[in-house]
Nanobody, 114 residues
């Protein structure tokens, strides 16, 4: 079993920055996928960024603004969000895919005021 606990959401002005953290409990291997999705009201969740081993993957809409990183010793994945825009406002979910099973955090609200 894997449990994911997110922190770091909140309200920020456009152009500002936030860092999301996700602490994972359970056994996480370096090759397992950790990442972030977001969900806009009335929409399905969409991938923001993920990381597996040393490989990162980003949605086109966040490339150059967001950075995902993982602390293997702490089993924590971070999402540094810079140059935030009003359209980044969403609930952000941490997820982990291990042995074909996906696990999700409870979600954290990010609100960017214009």
């Amino acid at each position: 079993q894997v449990q994911l606990v997110e922190s770091g959401g909140g309200l920020v002005q456009a152009g500002g920055s936030l860092r999301l953290s996700c602490a994972a409990s359970g056994t996480i291997f370096r090759t397992n996928v950790l990442g972030w999705y977001r969900q806009f009201p009335g929409k399905q969740r969409e991938l923001v960024a993920d990381i597996s081993g040393g490989t990162t993957n980003y949605a086109d809409s966040v490339k150059g603004r967001f950075t995902i990183a993982k602390d293997n010793a702490e089993n924590t994945v971070y999402l540094q969000m810079n140059s935030l825009r009003a359209e980044d406002t969403a609930v952000y979910y941490c997820y982990c895919r291990r042995l074909g099973v996906e696990y999700w955090g409870q979600g954290t609200q990010v609100t960017v005021s214009s």
